[in-house]
């Protein structure tokens, strides 16, 4: 019994271990145009540099060699389309309009509770979000919302995101104990999109960019001098360019649970453990090209504890079960199950006989 709990409470303390780290970075050191740098990174990588948040950012710069380069290709580049986008990268899935719609140099300010969109160029106090204490922080000056997005950055993590109805009921809070009728949020409108197809709206422009200088600015370079400032530029320069790797892979085999974990720990690193939501975003982005209707994960039930623990140990902390899932076994030795996440659209977690043959994602790194 004292070694059940002390087995326990270890895997509880290694929730708070585990980082994710969602891809890798590649400067590559020959001058291509930027389709040209799409192509070579599609057949040599994933594709061309897709950057989520400043962490990412900063992954890319030490990936550069600063003495060889000032400029450099990442995977950004404009459609003709206008789409909503979250500063901190975030996925738009909640919203709460007064009225909708959207087009150039729109952003989204809160009142009264619904969402309202604005020249980006009106001052207006405003709300950040800071990641280390995970809460919400209104400041007391006026500033356009670029300026605001620099602030929170700065001082903070950035201009906050609202995911749900609890954060939007959360922010209308502070705003009437602080007596503030109006606040800039991180939500805005751009029609930049990433070559991967990731709905990342994280971006990290110099403040007189993107300018479109002669109508033919389409695509976006790092500026390794100007504290890694984006610019826009005309896709047909010549510059070198960074690639990424995405740490994910999803194997089109269909295998049983065990083939499917030895093939990843003998191919790649290991079957992926989905262990934060962040993680979980990253499989959604893989998983639909599966050929079966659920992809294995690193989750399995570990008889001996009767609990439900990631092949590297971990407990699970973070869950997406679909209901009825997840729940403790009551003839665990007679039927070995493991986790799958479904490949339809809410991607929730089932549980299934090991013995199932499907497709299944392993990690990389």
Request: a negative charge.
């Amino acid at each position: 019994m004292t070694q059940t709990l002390y087995f326990s409470v270890l895997l509880i303390a290694l929730c708070s271990l585990s980082e994710c780290i969602q891809r890798r970075y590649h400067h590559i050191n020959m001058n291509k145009t930027w389709t040209e740098a799409q192509r070579y990174c599609r057949e040599n990588y994933t594709d061309l540099a897709t950057v989520n948040n400043m962490n990412d950012m900063n992954q890319l710069m030490k990936s550069v060699d600063n003495s060889l380069t000032r400029l450099v290709w990442i995977g950004l580049n404009r459609s003709s389309v206008y789409k909503w986008k979250w500063s901190l990268g975030d996925p738009v899935k909640y919203t709460n309009w007064y009225r909708d719609s959207n087009g150039p140099d729109d952003c989204v300010y809160m009142r009264d509770g619904s969402w309202r969109h604005q020249d980006c160029n009106t001052n207006m106090r405003f709300i950040c979000y800071n990641e280390s204490s995970k809460g919400f922080i209104i400041d007391g000056s006026s500033v356009s919302w670029r300026d605001a997005q620099i602030f929170c950055r700065q001082h903070h993590t950035d201009l906050t995101s609202v995911r749900n109805q609890t954060e939007n009921q959360q922010i209308q809070k502070i705003m009437n104990d602080k007596h503030i009728p109006e606040v800039w949020i991180g939500l805005f409108s751009d029609s930049w999109e990433w070559s991967d197809e990731s709905k990342s709206g994280f971006r990290y422009w110099r403040s007189d960019q993107p300018d479109n200088r002669g109508g033919s600015e389409d695509c976006t370079a790092v500026s390794v001098t100007e504290q890694a400032q984006w610019h826009d530029a005309p896709c047909s320069f010549s510059q070198t360019f960074v690639c990424h790797e995405d740490n994910l892979i999803l194997i089109q085999m269909n295998l049983s649970w065990s083939e499917a974990l030895r093939y990843c720990r003998e191919n790649h690193v290991d079957l992926v453990s989905v262990d934060s939501e962040e993680i979980q975003f990253m499989v959604t982005k893989v998983i639909h090209q599966s050929s079966t209707e659920a992809v294995w994960m690193g989750l399995h039930y570990y008889c001996q504890m009767n609990l439900w623990i990631w092949i590297r140990g971990e407990a699970v902390c973070y869950q997406n079960w679909a209901p009825g899932n997840g729940t403790k076994l009551m003839n665990c030795n007679t039927e070995h199950r493991a986790g799958a996440v479904q490949s339809g659209e809410d991607h929730l977690w089932i549980s299934l006989p090991q013995s199932q043959q499907l497709n299944f994602i392993c990690s990389r790194y």
